[in-house]
């Protein structure tokens, strides 16, 4: 059985990075709610060189707006080759005002999954921007029936 090694993960260039996000429209978006971690699944869309959600009110909208530090995790795999790849893009969120930048954001035909009022449009601009590439293990090296077993709550 082999492990993975440094030199099995590849560091993707930064349009690398890019390319890979504009391939998928979901991810995880981390917030800072009430002085805590917060994680939530988005559809998004890439917009230039920035990321935009829509939402409504509530806990991730609150997190990511005036100029609030933010993370938007996505990732994905090739099926045909076993790559995988992962991309963090770390900056800050603002919402979206003015009715120009409005209606230019609504042209990104970004219709969110869940049902619900989501009229705010959330443009996250990074300042980091980092992938990685690696070939996924066949599930024996890392999966056994015990993966799926009840652990209680202190484990």
Do not use: C
Not at 1 to 26: F, G, I, K, Y
């Amino acid at each position: 059985m082999s492990r993975e090694t440094a030199s099995d993960v590849q560091n993707l260039e930064h349009h690398e990075s890019w390319a890979m996000l504009r391939t998928v429209s979901v991810g995880r978006l981390a917030v800072l709610a009430d002085g805590r971690p917060d994680i939530f699944p988005i559809n998004y869309t890439v917009d230039g060189g920035t990321l935009v959600f829509r939402t409504g009110e509530g806990t991730k909208l609150a997190g990511a707006s005036k100029g609030a530090p933010v993370a938007l995790e996505a990732d994905g795999v090739d099926p045909d080759t076993g790559l995988a790849w992962s991309v963090v893009a770390k900056g800050t969120a603002d919402v979206v005002t003015g009715t120009d930048q409005v209606l230019a954001t609504t042209g990104l035909y970004l219709f969110p999954w869940q049902a619900g009022k989501k009229d705010a449009f959330v443009r996250i601009t990074p300042d980091s921007i980092t992938g990685r590439r690696f070939k996924v293990t066949e599930p024996l090296t890392w999966w056994t029936q015990l993966s799926g077993v009840p652990r209680t709550a202190s484990e």
